[in-house]
């Protein structure tokens, strides 16, 4: 039984020990090499069970929001020569439920705001510091992708993003990515446009985002992307944010893209209530 079940009972600790530090110093290595770390089976299947019922129940009070942008979340600047990447705007769509919505004992909130993940997660990105994003909204997402539906080539606007696989589409919607293509010294503008074009798959790399999969990811350096949903059942993915500095929020204009509306008026949010969408104004999470 789930119902107000603890974090850490969601957990296959069977095979993930989060106090084994072998298993902590192996995710910091995958990580450290591959810009990625991927855990498959990471929660029981009776909690992946819990959380897709979960989802399903929380989905009507997701914002849907469609927008057009850069690979750096801009909108696209078409005084720039066509072929640069600033004015290269590529489509994503995508619902969102922020983490206001989740109720107090929701599974996917328990999991969040569990110290033992967080610290876990912490010692697996060899951080010192970690701390939940400030963002009200944008701190947990349950982000639902249906028929149709795709994410754009981007790169995040914070260092990590955890991700838990809920349900898969029938078919589509794998992430793409190109783990750690550019850094802060080489933006890799051909090694970019390569990608984007499509004309070097040996660059990218599919993850196996199974249902129960935990996938720790630097964002901020690897372009990554959701192919296109197709078929009637939705992409559920959870989505936790974390920063190495306390207090790190986003934009209102990020807010308003991504929700539909400011913290301001949270009393007066209500189910099915979205505002129309903001073009050209990035939708993605930790940006
Ligand atoms: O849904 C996913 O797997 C990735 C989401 C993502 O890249 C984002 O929201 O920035
Ligand atoms: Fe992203």
Known sequence: MMTGANAIELINTARYDLDDSQLSGACLEQFLAEGICVLPDFLRPEAVDALVRESDALAPLAHRSATSATVYLSGADHTLPADDLRHRALDSSVEVVGYHLFPIDSLLRALYESDELLEFIGRCLGV??????ADPFGALNLAIMRDGDRLGWHFDMTDFVVSIAIQS???????????????????NIRGISLVIDGTDPSLVRVEPMTPGTLMIFNGRWSLHRVDPIIGKRPRYVALLAYDTKPGTDSTDTLKLARYGRLPAAASADSPNSNTPNTPNTPNRSGA
């Open 169 to 187: 589409s029938e078919v589509g919607g794998e992430f793409e990515n190109a783990a750690r293509i550019r850094g802060v010294n080489d933006p």
């Open 128 to 133: 010192a510091e970690l701390h939940r994003y």
